[in-house]
């Protein structure tokens, strides 16, 4: 197929939709401005759904968008309307952000001209591609999970203009957190066009997140408002931090909605072909949005290839994470971890080595997939979530599940010739709670919202440690501290993969809002000035520690039989009192307190884990001539397991020669 969108020669540019139901298409050309439609020019038919013309003395910078006529059926599929300018699916730059309005849902012949609601493309030179270098993030770091906008809108150090933007991040402030927290890659939240649903201007509110997209490859002005080049620059500055940039990517759905929403782009050039829809002509839900992006189809395809291939040349981003990415596996509507794009995607030579992560689910049928995506793809783990949280909230019988997620989910992820782990390990994320409400709010509080608290889940394994909410409780507050430092540590203990969302390492808060998308305000916008620094600089120690032992970071299953080359086990499972838990031990439902023992070329490190609310003794097995030591102080001197280890605690404790301990222990010598 020839290539789509506008493209820029030095005698004028070619412009190319794809269409292969429209009877007719058309480019419009607008003024300077984008305000003014200054020409309306046919594109001619060139086969295979092609429609493409060349207009000589046009440049760069050149404002259009396109339009197309044919039946208007609504209820078969069909949409074509020429008073509905369409952006072009391929556009890289847009002039203005998307804004809902009413207008740009009426139906043919009720309605006006939507030019002017709408933003224009601009035709664009592309810089020189970036040189492709092997992705800086390497399975087993630290995801860092970024909602752009929010993460900077309230940080003292970053001037005012460029608060909220792509640009902030690569400030030396933010560099500086980055690097403390030893992050492998910053995830960003999709940082491409969207627009509002329709029902959120009524409220006052906006979408927050970016989960609605429209145009795939365009960045929103208001996140980027220096488009590709502001991109490109802080993935660069990021990169000499020797962290990696990974784009948070919507191919799911598209912010046209159902058959109620706007026609904006694909709708009004095919939607029959770009989205899935039934034999009787409505469309398809199978992301809960009114809408579902047809990934099977051939030109669905190249246009997500193109996209990706588009932010890997010219930005340099270390890989893509997939929202609800059984989408891009179904065919005919069923999930094939084998479907013809995700196999593109994994044998491209460009995308091949990238970072790759799956959202495993979706609702639709057989919507659920972890662990069935194929190598190499991570895959965002919700049962390491769920029963991390479930064992601190104190159900029973739940150390087995424990040590199962501390060992990176072979349960999940150990298929036939596979060794290592593809799981990513989080807490909490960008939907659901925060960590830090995790431990404070048993309920959801969504009221913020506008739908009278019914948004969101219900189910939240989450615990207030006796008082809802905010509280001037000191043993309260305490609680929670030690607790939020418990999730943490776990976290970072684990097998594979860990992903943190941004704020949850000093004690973010969404007041107990646990769908908080239409909320762009203080409800998620990082408060810098108010941080809990003690909990922040407890995750900068366990990040360290993390990077300091190789056997925590590696992402081999761990099995409890020696590695190749050695002769001692890869983990050992222990109780309180140093023996090896046996069956009883694991079917215990009393049992809330576990040793993980690892070993490695260089060291061992036992976490140690008290979920229990009574302190306890603890021992570890001693081997002459080594002595245990924390690997990580504590700043009352209380770290060790010379006396009862505190519950709710996770200490680690590290082994070292005897003679080197002592030297820890009395540098000075004396």
Same mark, same amino acid.
Request: glycine share 10%; proline share 7%; with cysteine.
């Given at each position: 197929?020839?290539?789509?969108?506008?493209?820029?020669?030095?005698?004028?540019?070619?412009?190319?939709?794809?269409?292969?139901?429209?009877?007719?298409?058309?480019?419009?050309?607008?003024?300077?401005?984008?305000?003014?439609?200054?020409?309306?020019?046919?594109?001619?038919?060139?086969?295979?759904?092609?429609?493409?013309?060349?207009?000589?003395?046009?440049?760069?910078?050149?404002?259009?968008?396109?339009?197309?006529?044919?039946?208007?059926?609504?209820?078969?599929?069909?949409?074509?309307?020429?008073?509905?300018?369409?952006?072009?699916?391929?556009?890289?730059?847009?002039?203005?952000?998307?804004?809902?309005?009413?207008?740009?849902?009426?139906?043919?012949?009720?309605?006006?001209?939507?030019?002017?609601?709408?933003?224009?493309?601009?035709?664009?030179?592309?810089?020189?591609?970036?040189?492709?270098?092997?992705?800086?993030?390497?399975?087993?770091?630290?995801?860092?999970?970024?909602?752009?906008?929010?993460?900077?809108?309230?940080?003292?150090?970053?001037?005012?203009?460029?608060?909220?933007?792509?640009?902030?991040?690569?400030?030396?402030?933010?560099?500086?957190?980055?690097?403390?927290?030893?992050?492998?890659?910053?995830?960003?939240?999709?940082?491409?066009?969207?627009?509002?649903?329709?029902?959120?201007?009524?409220?006052?509110?906006?979408?927050?997140?970016?989960?609605?997209?429209?145009?795939?490859?365009?960045?929103?002005?208001?996140?980027?408002?220096?488009?590709?080049?502001?991109?490109?620059?802080?993935?660069?500055?990021?990169?000499?931090?020797?962290?990696?940039?990974?784009?948070?990517?919507?191919?799911?759905?598209?912010?046209?909605?159902?058959?109620?929403?706007?026609?904006?782009?694909?709708?009004?050039?095919?939607?029959?072909?770009?989205?899935?829809?039934?034999?009787?002509?409505?469309?398809?839900?199978?992301?809960?949005?009114?809408?579902?992006?047809?990934?099977?189809?051939?030109?669905?395809?190249?246009?997500?290839?193109?996209?990706?291939?588009?932010?890997?040349?010219?930005?340099?981003?270390?890989?893509?994470?997939?929202?609800?990415?059984?989408?891009?596996?179904?065919?005919?509507?069923?999930?094939?971890?084998?479907?013809?794009?995700?196999?593109?995607?994994?044998?491209?030579?460009?995308?091949?080595?990238?970072?790759?992560?799956?959202?495993?689910?979706?609702?639709?049928?057989?919507?659920?997939?972890?662990?069935?995506?194929?190598?190499?793809?991570?895959?965002? #783990?919700?049962? &390491?979530?769920? =029963?991390?949280?479930?064992? /601190?909230?104190?159900? %029973? @019988?739940?150390?087995? *599940? !424990?040590?199962?997620?501390?060992?990176?989910?072979?349960?999940?992820?150990?298929?036939?010739?596979?060794?290592?782990?593809?799981?990513?390990?989080?807490?909490?994320?960008?939907?659901?709670?925060?960590?830090?409400?995790?431990?404070?709010?048993?309920?959801?509080?969504?009221?913020?919202?506008?739908?009278?608290?019914?948004?969101?889940?219900?189910?939240?394994?989450?615990?207030?440690?006796?008082?809802?909410?905010?509280?001037?409780?000191?043993?309260?507050?305490?609680?929670?501290?030690?607790?939020?430092?418990?999730?943490?540590?776990?976290?970072?203990?684990?097998?594979?993969?860990?992903?943190?969302?941004?704020?949850?390492?000093?004690?973010?808060?969404?007041?107990?809002? #646990?769908?908080? &998308?239409?909320? =762009?305000?203080?409800?998620? /916008?990082?408060?810098? %000035? @108010?941080?809990?620094? *003690? !909990?922040?600089?407890?995750?900068?120690?366990?990040?360290?520690?993390?990077?300091?032992?190789?056997?925590?970071?590696?992402?081999?299953?761990?099995?409890?039989?020696?590695?190749?080359?050695?002769?001692?086990?890869?983990?050992?499972?222990?109780?309180?009192?140093?023996?090896?838990?046996?069956?009883?031990?694991?079917?215990?439902?009393?049992?809330?307190?576990?040793?993980?023992?690892?070993?490695?070329?260089?060291?061992?490190?036992?976490?140690?884990?008290?979920?229990?609310?009574?302190?306890?003794?603890?021992?570890?097995?001693?081997?002459?001539?080594?002595?245990?030591?924390?690997?990580?102080?504590?700043?009352?001197?209380?770290?060790?397991?010379?006396?009862?280890?505190?519950?709710?605690?996770?200490?680690?404790?590290?082994?070292?020669?005897?003679?080197?301990?002592?030297?820890?222990?009395?540098?000075?010598?004396?």
């Amino acid at each position: 197929m020839s290539q789509l969108g506008a493209t820029v020669t030095r005698g004028g540019i070619r412009f190319a939709a794809w269409s292969s139901a429209a009877s007719r298409l058309w480019v419009s050309i607008f003024d300077e401005q984008g305000e003014g439609e200054i020409d309306r020019l046919e594109l001619q038919p060139e086969g295979e759904g092609v429609h493409a013309l060349f207009v000589a003395g046009l440049a760069a910078g050149t404002r259009y968008g396109f339009r197309a006529d044919g039946d208007y059926t609504p209820e078969n599929g069909l949409w074509f309307d020429p008073d509905k300018l369409l952006v072009d699916p391929y556009a890289v730059e847009i002039d203005r952000s998307y804004v809902y309005d009413v207008r740009l849902a009426a139906r043919r012949g009720e309605g006006t001209d939507t030019a002017p609601l709408l933003p224009k493309a601009i035709t664009a030179t592309l810089p020189r591609p970036v040189p492709v270098l092997p992705p800086l993030f390497q399975p087993g770091g630290l995801i860092y999970e970024v909602p752009v906008r929010a993460f900077t809108m309230l940080h003292p150090d970053i001037p005012k203009h460029q608060r909220g933007t792509v640009a902030a991040l690569a400030h030396p402030a933010i560099v500086e957190h980055l690097k403390k927290l030893g992050v492998g890659a910053v995830e960003l939240m999709p940082v491409t066009a969207s627009i509002d649903e329709r029902h959120l201007p009524p409220l006052g509110l906006r979408n927050a997140w970016g989960y609605n997209p429209v145009t795939f490859m365009a960045l929103d002005p208001r996140l980027a408002p220096g488009g590709l080049a502001e991109l490109r620059q802080t993935v660069a500055t990021l990169r000499e931090a020797g962290i990696g940039v990974i784009l948070d990517l919507v191919f799911n759905h598209t912010g046209e909605s159902d058959r109620l929403g706007p026609t904006l782009s694909l709708r009004g050039l095919d939607s029959r072909a770009y989205y899935r829809h039934r034999p009787d002509g409505s469309l398809i839900n199978d992301t809960g949005t009114g809408n579902t992006v047809a990934c099977d189809h051939p030109v669905v395809r190249e246009m997500v290839l193109d996209t990706l291939r588009h932010f890997v040349r010219h930005a340099g981003v270390d890989g893509f994470r997939f929202d609800l990415a059984p989408i891009l596996g179904r065919v005919d509507g069923a999930f094939d971890a084998a479907a013809p794009l995700l196999m593109a995607i994994r044998d491209d030579l460009l995308l091949g080595d990238r970072v790759l992560i799956a959202e495993p689910w979706d609702i639709g049928p057989d919507g659920y997939q972890l662990g069935n995506f194929p190598p190499p793809f991570l895959e965002w #783990n919700d049962r &390491y979530r769920d =029963d991390i949280r479930r064992f /601190w909230r104190g159900h %029973s @019988g739940m150390v087995g *599940a !424990l040590a199962t997620r501390l060992a990176g989910s072979s349960d999940v992820f150990a298929k036939p010739g596979q060794q290592t782990s593809r799981s990513v390990n989080f807490i909490a994320a960008h939907d659901g709670m925060t960590l830090a409400d995790i431990v404070a709010y048993e309920h959801k509080h969504n009221e913020a919202n506008g739908e009278q608290n019914r948004d969101g889940h219900d189910d939240n394994l989450s615990w207030n440690n006796g008082v809802e909410g905010e509280t001037g409780d000191r043993a309260i507050v305490m609680a929670r501290f030690d607790d939020r430092c418990a999730l943490l540590a776990t976290l970072f203990a684990s097998r594979g993969t860990i992903m943190l969302t941004a704020g949850d390492e000093f004690g973010r808060t969404q007041k107990g809002n #646990n769908n908080a &998308y239409a909320q =762009d305000n203080e409800i998620t /916008w990082l408060d810098w %000035s @108010g941080r809990d620094r *003690a !909990l922040e600089q407890y995750a900068v120690l366990l990040a360290a520690t993390r990077r300091c032992v190789p056997a925590l970071s590696d992402t081999r299953f761990l099995t409890g039989e020696p590695p190749p080359g050695s002769e001692q086990p890869d983990a050992v499972w222990l109780t309180e009192t140093a023996t090896p838990l046996d069956e009883a031990g694991w079917r215990d439902p009393g049992r809330h307190r576990l040793v993980m023992m690892l070993d490695s070329d260089d060291c061992r490190l036992a976490a140690v884990i008290n979920g229990d609310r009574r302190g306890c003794m603890f021992t570890l097995p001693e081997r002459d001539g080594f002595r245990w030591q924390p690997a990580i102080e504590a700043s009352d001197g209380a770290a060790g397991i010379s006396r009862p280890v505190p519950g709710r605690t996770v200490i680690f404790m590290i082994e070292h020669e005897a003679a080197q301990a002592q030297i820890k222990e009395n540098p000075s010598g004396k």
